[in-house]
């Protein structure tokens, strides 16, 4: 008699269980935020995740593309850890989204700091950084080929210094595949931000810097660096002269030049685990509309991004590839905390 | 002359109302965002950057920029009234901005604050006029040798002339390098002294701290000596700024010296706090009145502004001309300029000249207009400290706690502020003295980044300090002041022993 109230009772449960997850499901894109959604920078003010930020809160209001407020905070503590883990801890928070940049697969191997992006929801990829071997314009060489030549006769106090932003992370890999791809040695110093290692650059207190395009572009267009080659499997599209009649697209990749290396940045957004289905859909969606507008486009074009975008599962095979891409790689430069 | 000309057409940019009325709005928030502590420069501008994503570049950096200026006036005002410095460069300002509000003196402290910080900008605006491509060369001389040079002849300015004991100032700053060095290492990319937890990751901020050490370390003190502000009986009145300015003329050296200061920290780019701490250190080594220094000289009071302000100012010209952000406030600046699609670095001279010089016109009137505006409300402030202890300190105390939070939007920030609190009670009952632990705190990870980095470039050989004329002749700089007092100490103790024995 007894049990079988219950197990009236539990199947009712159950039904009403069934019918709230298919509720939602069947009404399209019913989810909507309620309040102010948060966005989080896993990197100071000022640097590239943050621009983006910054930049997508400015498309968000001037095209009144959500009805609630889009806040930018930063939570740059420990290479980004700290927002990664708060993200991470926000379980079934649909108000809060997070901007990723490579410290999201570095930060965790570098300092043993336990997350990982299946800790979160992937929402989209909104594009890649790309990532240019710079060296001073007054450099005797032209090309790859004269650089890498240039580095293996170097020794002593000319030993190549490559600049880069911060310890482990993504400069230090590339210089590090550089190492093992050649056999040649840099010396690697950290800086804190891109600009600090572009304007080193110009100064001549290292030797070469692999920054981001948008970092170094000023200084090419004004004639104190040039660009080698771009760290890209393809040239990149901008045809647009910048300096001296070249174009982004005339860098030649750096596996045509005969460095066979391929690295790009994901520009990212992840939020808290368990969101459902609607709260995914409704960013891809919000995401999908600042992508189209010019602004972001002329940004684009600005930084010289790599425009893929992805969502879904594809996005989440991507990251995939590239978690085991910087396991592999890290694991080789000895760069993993024990 | 070509210059003046391109200013000229600046100003006539400016003669736009729409731009007048943005910079006055961006003046007063500007003030607002100095008062609230936490709340500073770069997150002020950072919060407010999408605002003008609709604005012309213009309207939008001549907003962002007075938002900038305000800061840096209004982060005197809680310094002075409350020994809360409410941006770091004005932690200088407290040493003797407190002790003079204290003493009744606070519309003099503060009328002293706001015209140093004209003086400053004022040097450092016709600098980025006439002088900028000449300076601009000037801050890629600069390497990881030459930074820490510079933040040496820092601690060093700073340290030589302590009156309280070796042992005190050592051990004050040794506490302050070990809580800068928590959080993420940036030379190796470890976590160091986190133990594992969360909150720990992000290091002790600078500002948190700073507001626990001295406005709350402050409220403390006042509770235990009869809950009253000492200088509640401030005579007010409108008469007290010319009466300062009376003053000033005499100072004209020392506020040659900070606003040189300032303007080469500013461009190198070492920052408007280090430059403050400096300018402090320098003036009281020089000052004829360097012995009263701390307990509440005007003197005091205009150095740190004057150098501060220059430096905040002269950020502005490695950011325009080069590319390179001086400050954290001129790196969102930066960023700024690609959302408003331009393109900044060094053909930003060439191909946007209207934007250029409308900002640089937009300084020299922001700063006059900011003047204004913070000098015509000194007696209202002036005036705050006659409101009952009882009621004000909760208010302190609130504001205090709103800032912690702010700087990192984290909770724990609070409770550290008030541990810090605590701290900065015991240090002045046992005589410890704070500025070393705050110049340590601020400067310890910056110093040792560049020393580390220097170290790898040179591959271990300390001979990099003195590698060349400009990194050898400020390493030697600071060395001489290190030991300086120790000199002076040594000579005046064997003319001392001769004078007694000749009266004998």
């Known amino acids: ?338 | 002359m070509e210059a003046l000309t391109s200013l000229i057409g600046g100003f006539g940019v400016l003669a736009d109302p729409m731009n007048i009325i943005y910079m006055f709005v961006g003046i007063a928030l500007g003030v607002l965002i100095g008062v609230l502590p936490g709340l500073g420069g770069a997150n002020g501008v950072a919060i407010l950057l999408p605002l003008t994503f609709s604005m012309t570049p213009v309207s939008a950096i001549i907003m962002l920029s007075s938002i900038y200026w305000g800061a840096l006036f209004g982060g005197a005002i809680t310094s002075i009234l409350f020994n809360i410095p409410g941006e770091p460069w004005s932690v200088a300002t407290t040493f003797d901005g407190h002790p003079m509000a204290q003493k009744g003196k606070a519309g003099e402290a503060l009328t002293g604050a706001f015209t140093g910080s004209f003086i400053g900008a004022f040097f450092a605006v016709l600098l980025i006029t006439f002088l900028a491509p000449v300076i601009a060369k000037f801050a890629l001389q600069f390497g990881p040798a030459e930074f820490f040079a510079v933040y040496l002849l820092t601690f060093c300015a700073f340290v030589g002339m302590g009156r309280e004991p070796a042992a005190k100032v050592i051990s004050a700053m040794m506490l302050g390098f070990a809580l800068a060095a928590v959080g993420i290492d940036t030379v190796t990319g470890q976590l160091r002294m986190t133990f594992g937890s969360v909150e720990l990751l992000r290091g002790f901020d600078f500002l948190v701290a700073v507001i626990g050490l001295f406005g709350v370390g402050e409220i403390l003190l006042t509770m235990e000596e009869g809950l009253a502000f000492k200088g509640k009986s401030a005579a007010i009145n409108a008469k007290v700024v010319w009466e300062t300015w009376k003053k000033l003329p005499k100072y004209w050296v020392g506020c040659l010296r900070s606003a040189i200061v300032g303007c080469w920290m500013g461009v190198t780019p070492g920052g408007a706090t280090p430059a403050s701490f400096m300018s402090y250190g320098l003036a009281k080594k020089f000052s004829k009145n360097g012995n009263n220094f701390g307990k509440g000289e005007l003197e005091g009071v205009v150095m740190p502004e004057v150098a501060a302000h220059a430096a905040g100012t002269s950020a502005l010209l490695p950011m325009l001309t080069l590319g390179i952000p001086g400050s954290p406030t001129a790196a969102v600046l930066l960023g700024g300029l690609l959302i408003w699609g331009l393109q900044p670095g060094p053909l930003l001279f060439v191909e946007q000249k209207d934007f250029v010089w409308g900002l640089i016109a937009s300084i020299y009137l922001g700063n006059i207009a900011g003047l204004i505006v913070v000098l015509t409300t000194v007696p209202i402030f002036a005036a705050i400290l006659r409101i009952p202890f009882s009621v004000i300190a909760p208010v302190i105390l609130v504001i205090c706690a709103v800032g912690a939070y702010t700087v990192h939007n984290a909770g724990l920030d609070i409770a550290v502020m008030l541990v810090f609190g605590v701290i900065g009670y015991l240090f002045k009952k046992l005589q410890y003295p704070l500025a070393p632990l705050v110049l340590a705190l601020v400067l310890g990870d910056m110093a040792e980044s560049s020393f580390r980095q220097a170290m790898l470039v040179s591959q271990g050989h300390l001979s990099i300090f003195w590698s060349n004329p400009l990194v050898g002749s400020i390493v030697t700089l600071a060395l001489v002041m290190l030991v300086w007092p120790l000199v002076s100490k040594v000579m005046a103790r064997l003319n001392g022993h001769k004078e007694p024995a000749a009266a004998e």
Request: net charge neutral; hydrophobic share 45%; proline share 6%.
């Open chain 1, 1 to 338: 008699m007894h049990s079988a109230i219950a197990k009236i009772v539990r199947r009712g449960v159950a039904a009403i269980a069934v019918t709230a997850a298919l509720a939602p499901a069947m009404a399209h894109a019913a989810w909507e935020p309620t309040k102010t959604v948060e966005f989080i920078v896993p990197a100071g003010t000022g640097g590239g995740a943050d621009q983006m930020a910054r930049m997508i809160q400015g498309i968000v209001q001037k095209n009144s593309l959500m009805s609630q407020p889009l806040v930018v905070i930063n939570k740059s503590g420990g290479a980004g850890a700290e927002g990664f883990l708060d993200v991470k801890g926000s379980n079934r928070n649909p108000h809060k989204i997070i901007i990723s940049l490579s410290n999201l697969f570095t930060t965790p191997l570098a300092t043993g700091v336990p997350f990982s992006w299946k800790d979160m929801t992937p929402v989209s990829m909104l594009a890649l950084d790309e990532f240019v071997l710079w060296v001073n314009a007054k450099a005797p060489y032209n090309d790859v080929k004269g650089f890498l030549d240039a580095l293996k006769a170097a020794s002593g106090d000319q030993i190549f210094k490559m600049g880069g932003t911060g310890s482990k992370q993504e400069d230090q890999i590339i210089t590090a595949a550089i190492e093992q791809k050649t056999g040649a040695k840099f010396i690697y110093v950290p800086y804190k931000g891109g600009g600090d290692v572009a304007a080193q650059l110009v100064g001549g207190h290292v030797t070469a810097s692999v920054n981001n395009p948008i970092e170094a572009v000023s200084q090419w267009r004004a004639g104190e660096l040039k660009p080698l080659c771009v760290f890209d499997y393809q040239r990149l599209p901008y045809k647009e002269p910048i300096a001296n009649g070249k174009s982004w697209a005339d860098i030649p990749t750096c596996k045509e030049s005969g460095l066979d290396i391929e690295y790009l940045m994901l520009r990212g957004i992840l939020m808290p685990p368990n969101a459902t289905k609607d709260q995914v859909d409704y960013f891809v969606e919000l995401f999908k509309k600042v992508r189209a507008t010019p602004e972001w486009q002329e940004f684009m074009q600005k930084g010289a991004f790599n425009t893929t975008a992805l969502s879904g599962p594809e996005y989440a095979a991507w990251l995939t590839k590239a978690e085991a891409t910087h396991k592999d790689l890290m694991e080789k430069a000895g760069f993993v905390a024990k």
